[in-house]
């Protein structure tokens, strides 16, 4: 668009009126060269250029479609140059990464070097964390209020959290810190009625009331009337009485002013107008105050009208309530089938024979697949909204009351629920079944998503089970497994489609116990891989067969109890063993391999470990990422050259590694 011409554009609220605006911002703090009046032109040239970049990018669309309006007010009237603006799981810091000197790297979003989805302390100072998971923004931002005062530091500290992760119990923990702490603190809760699905629980009930019509419908135009009555000059007190005395009647007292904070609200989070004036007032107020925003998720989208999950469900995104790049909408290969298909498939067959069976998740309806279980089995599918604890600790519950319940969560959102496995689930041996989708790595999202670490931190209980599928017929018997047990399981599901294993005219071993299976015999050495490597480490056996190369491929099927007789028996057979996982090098399955292995006395020194180094990995196509770790097919052949010439493993690509590696002061 032309500095000079003028457009309109659908995708906007209300239709505005642009002139380039967005030209105008370059750096942080530019907005502030804006008139006040120029800021919806703004949004609506911000609007074009999120719908625009994340159509082919993919990301977290709806929310960021959403917060526009917001985070430009915020902008405008804070100084993120020294105020600090929590944004709670930072997905939703689309615009305000655009306005901190990001917006020429925009396009670049969640791609291979490009930017980060999530607020990213190495891109700027005005990211405050590193932060991906939701519900943590306002007690990380009390703990940057508490610094500020004990350092004699004045600034502002903002947070905002969206009414679905306010769902999540360590939200609550922290309104009840922040209550009793009197410290300055502003929360906004950006209130859009919706998760990635409905909101769900007694809390977004509560949340409707709050902003049911006629107060909000009332309140959208009352902002402007008392701001008109309030003459020039007065101050922000006598505003915010007057705002106040406004709602005492219908709203007062609630949760909030309940646990010490003040609340004001709500408000239209897209009038920028109403917004300015209100957040004028309230940054100077010296104790902790919410307000409550109503914003529309998607606003601008074609699709997303006022349901925004229908946007998903119409095709036009994928999991996550994201839109994912066009490539990957298309169709992977004939009759590609996830392992979250996989697991979905057999979960309703088994349920259709076994009425204990339930299934819980905790605000990942569609990307664990219980939204297709729950249309199935409508009471028998629990959506806990974003408090994988409650997730874990009811099934915990139900299991001791005689269902069996199955706990589809993502790798790593499970760790939410971490001292719950170890206490209600295993010291009580229950027999829950975890099922830990986006289980490795996870791709686009990067490190907050990646789940790179389950198996470190679930196979220390002593009583857990842990495995992984090679295919979708072991997902399939795993999960049969997982409960006929009497005890703990946990079954890890990849981000992958399930594998065509049938070229390789495999023997058919059912899933036993703690048992592994050697698949191929070989000659010059073995691989023994866990879940999904295990099909790239047939497809290595392929290519390093043509060259001569003759390696064993065996699958490890469980990390704990770890087949310690199959371990035992290839490092006598082989001069070396490569063990193969899609997880962290410490205290995963090859670590589990090597400890059994140690305590039957056997030679560990074979034993080489190929997994996920002891860093965090940034964001990139997960194909892209298990090519650079020299986890797909190709790299392993590559690590099993070098092991026959008796050389070190290759090293990471030097040029690459900067992109992907965080963590240890070396990227
Ligand atoms: C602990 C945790 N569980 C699940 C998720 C996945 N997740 C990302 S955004 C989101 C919905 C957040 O809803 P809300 O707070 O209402 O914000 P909105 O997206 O509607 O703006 C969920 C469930 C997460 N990031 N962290």
Same mark, same amino acid.
């Given at each position: %668009?032309?500095?000079?011409?003028k457009?309109?554009?659908?995708?906007?609220?209300?239709?505005?009126? %642009?002139?380039?605006?967005?030209?105008r911002?370059?750096?942080?703090?530019d907005?502030?060269?804006?008139?006040?009046?120029?800021?919806p032109?703004?949004?609506?040239e911000?609007?074009?250029?999120?719908?625009?970049?994340?159509t082919?990018?993919g990301?977290?669309?709806?929310?960021?479609?959403?917060?526009i309006?917001?985070?430009?007010?915020?902008?405008?009237?804070?100084?993120v140059t020294?105020?600090?603006i929590?944004?709670?799981?930072?997905?939703?810091?689309?615009?305000?990464?655009?306005?901190t000197?990001?917006?020429?790297?925009?396009?670049?979003?969640?791609?291979?070097?490009g +930017?980060?989805?999530?607020g990213?302390?190495?891109e700027?100072?005005?990211?405050?964390?590193?932060?991906?998971?939701?519900?943590?923004?306002? /007690?990380?931002?009390?703990?940057?209020?508490?610094?500020?005062?004990?350092?004699g530091?004045?600034?502002?500290?903002?947070?905002?959290? /969206?009414?679905?992760?306010?769902?999540?119990?360590?939200?609550?923990?922290?309104?009840?810190?922040?209550?009793?702490?009197g410290?300055?603190? =502003?929360?906004?809760?950006?209130?859009?009625?919706?998760?990635?699905?409905k909101?769900?629980?007694?809390?977004s =009930?509560?949340?409707n009331e709050?902003?049911?019509a006629?107060?909000?419908?009332?309140?959208?135009?009352? $902002? #402007?009337?008392?701001?008109?009555?309030?003459?020039g000059?007065q101050?922000?007190?006598?505003?915010?009485?007057a705002?106040?005395r406004?709602?005492?009647?219908?709203?007062?007292?609630?949760? *909030?002013?309940?646990l010490?904070?003040?609340y004001?609200?709500?408000?239209?989070?897209h009038d920028?107008?109403g917004?300015?004036h209100?957040?004028?007032?309230?940054?100077s107020?010296?104790?902790?105050?919410v307000? #409550?925003v109503?914003t529309?998720?998607g606003?601008g989208?074609?699709?997303?009208?006022?349901?925004?999950?229908?946007?998903?469900?119409?095709?036009?995104?994928?999991a996550?309530?994201?839109?994912?790049?066009?490539?990957?909408?298309?169709?992977?290969?004939p009759?590609?089938?996830?392992y979250?298909?996989?697991?979905?498939d057999?979960?309703?067959?088994?349920?259709?024979?076994?009425k204990?069976?339930v299934?819980?998740t905790?605000?990942?309806?569609?990307?664990?697949?219980?939204?297709?279980?729950?249309?199935?089995?409508?009471?028998?599918? *629990?959506? $806990?909204?974003?408090?994988?604890?409650?997730? $874990?600790? %009811?099934a915990?519950?139900?299991?001791?009351?005689g269902?069996?319940?199955?706990?589809?969560?993502?790798?790593?959102?499970?760790?939410?629920?971490?001292?719950?496995i170890?206490?209600?689930?295993?010291l009580?041996?229950?027999?829950?079944?975890?099922? !830990?989708?986006?289980?490795?790595?996870a791709?686009?999202? /990067?490190?907050?998503?990646?789940g790179?670490f389950?198996?470190?931190?679930?196979?220390?209980f002593?009583?857990?089970?842990?495995?992984?599928?090679?295919?979708e017929?072991?997902?399939?018997? +795993?999960?049969? =497994?997982?409960?006929?047990l009497?005890?703990?399981?946990?079954?890890?599901?990849?981000?992958?489609?399930?594998?065509?294993?049938?070229r390789?005219?495999?023997?058919h071993?059912?899933?036993?116990l703690?048992?592994?299976? =050697?698949?191929?015999?070989?000659? #010059?050495?073995?691989?023994?891989?866990?879940?999904?490597m295990?099909?790239?480490?047939?497809?290595?056996?392929?290519m !390093?067969?043509?060259?001569?190369?003759?390696?064993?491929?065996?699958?490890?099927? *469980?990390?704990?109890?770890v087949?310690?007789?199959?371990a035992?028996?290839l490092?006598?057979?082989?001069?070396?063993?490569?063990?193969?996982?899609? #997880?962290?090098?410490?205290? /995963?399955?090859?670590?589990a391999?090597l400890?059994?292995?140690?305590?039957?006395n056997?030679?560990?020194?074979?034993v080489?470990?190929?997994?996920?180094?002891?860093?965090?990995?940034?964001?990139?196509?997960?194909?892209?990422?298990?090519?650079?770790?020299?986890l797909?097919?190709?790299?392993?052949?590559d690590?099993?050259?070098m092991?026959?010439?008796?050389?070190?493993?290759?090293? !990471?690509?030097?040029t690459?590694r900067?992109? *992907?590696?965080?963590?240890?002061?070396?990227e």
């Amino acid at each position: %668009m032309s500095g000079s011409a003028k457009s309109r554009i659908s995708s906007s609220p209300e239709s505005i009126e %642009m002139t380039d605006f967005l030209s105008r911002i370059h750096a942080t703090n530019d907005i502030k060269k804006l008139t006040p009046e120029e800021l919806p032109g703004l949004a609506a040239e911000i609007r074009k250029l999120i719908l625009d970049v994340v159509t082919k990018t993919g990301g977290h669309l709806g929310s960021n479609l959403g917060v526009i309006e917001l985070t430009l007010a915020l902008h405008y009237t804070f100084d993120v140059t020294k105020d600090v603006i929590v944004w709670d799981g930072s997905y939703q810091t689309y615009t305000h990464k655009i306005l901190t000197g990001r917006k020429d790297k925009f396009p670049t979003l969640r791609q291979f070097g490009g +930017m980060c989805g999530f607020g990213w302390k190495p891109e700027s100072e005005t990211d405050p964390f590193n932060f991906g998971h939701v519900g943590t923004g306002p /007690g990380a931002a009390l703990g940057v209020a508490m610094a500020d005062e004990q350092l004699g530091r004045k600034r502002k500290v903002v947070t905002v959290i /969206g009414d679905g992760s306010m769902t999540s119990g360590v939200a609550f923990e922290a309104i009840n810190n922040i209550g009793t702490s009197g410290k300055p603190l =502003l929360m906004i809760l950006n209130d859009n009625g919706m998760s990635i699905a409905k909101t769900v629980g007694s809390l977004s =009930l509560y949340f409707n009331e709050l902003r049911s019509a006629p107060l909000f419908q009332e309140f959208k135009n009352e $902002v #402007h009337r008392v701001l008109e009555k309030i003459p020039g000059g007065q101050t922000a007190e006598h505003m915010l009485e007057a705002l106040r005395r406004g709602f005492t009647q219908t709203i007062f007292p609630n949760l *909030f002013t309940g646990l010490g904070m003040q609340y004001y609200g709500p408000i239209d989070g897209h009038d920028i107008k109403g917004l300015l004036h209100i957040l004028h007032n309230v940054r100077s107020q010296e104790k902790p105050v919410v307000l #409550h925003v109503v914003t529309q998720k998607g606003l601008g989208h074609p699709d997303a009208k006022c349901d925004p999950f229908a946007m998903h469900k119409a095709g036009t995104a994928a999991a996550d309530y994201k839109l994912e790049p066009a490539t990957a909408a298309k169709p992977a290969a004939p009759k590609a089938k996830s392992y979250t298909t996989g697991f979905i498939d057999a979960l309703s067959d088994l349920a259709a024979k076994d009425k204990r069976i339930v299934g819980i998740t905790a605000a990942m309806p569609d990307g664990t697949g219980l939204l297709d279980f729950g249309k199935k089995f409508p009471d028998r599918a *629990f959506d $806990v909204g974003i408090s994988e604890q409650v997730g $874990v600790a %009811m099934a915990a519950g139900m299991a001791q009351g005689g269902l069996r319940p199955v706990v589809a969560i993502y790798s790593s959102f499970m760790q939410r629920a971490y001292d719950i496995i170890f206490q209600e689930m295993c010291l009580n041996n229950l027999p829950v079944v975890l099922v !830990l989708d986006r289980a490795g790595i996870a791709g686009e999202d /990067g490190p907050t998503h990646h789940g790179n670490f389950d198996i470190a931190y679930l196979r220390t209980f002593p009583n857990m089970v842990c495995m992984a599928p090679k295919d979708e017929r072991e997902v399939r018997e +795993m999960l049969e =497994l997982a409960l006929s047990l009497q005890q703990p399981a946990a079954i890890r599901l990849p981000r992958e489609n399930v594998p065509d294993l049938s070229r390789f005219n495999l023997k058919h071993n059912p899933v036993s116990l703690g048992k592994g299976e =050697l698949l191929v015999p070989g000659r #010059h050495g073995a691989m023994l891989a866990y879940g999904v490597m295990t099909a790239k480490a047939l497809a290595a056996r392929e290519m !390093l067969l043509k060259e001569g190369l003759d390696v064993a491929v065996a699958n490890g099927r *469980f990390a704990k109890p770890v087949d310690s007789e199959m371990a035992a028996f290839l490092v006598k057979e082989y001069p070396w063993v490569l063990t193969l996982e899609d #997880h962290a090098s410490h205290g /995963g399955f090859g670590s589990a391999v090597l400890e059994a292995l140690s305590l039957r006395n056997e030679d560990t020194s074979r034993v080489k470990i190929h997994a996920i180094p002891d860093r965090f990995l940034q964001h990139a196509d997960r194909n892209e990422l298990l090519k650079f770790l020299h986890l797909d097919a190709e790299g392993i052949a590559d690590v099993i050259r070098m092991i026959a010439a008796g050389q070190p493993a290759p090293a !990471l690509d030097p040029t690459q590694r900067k992109h *992907f590696l965080y963590g240890t002061g070396e990227e």
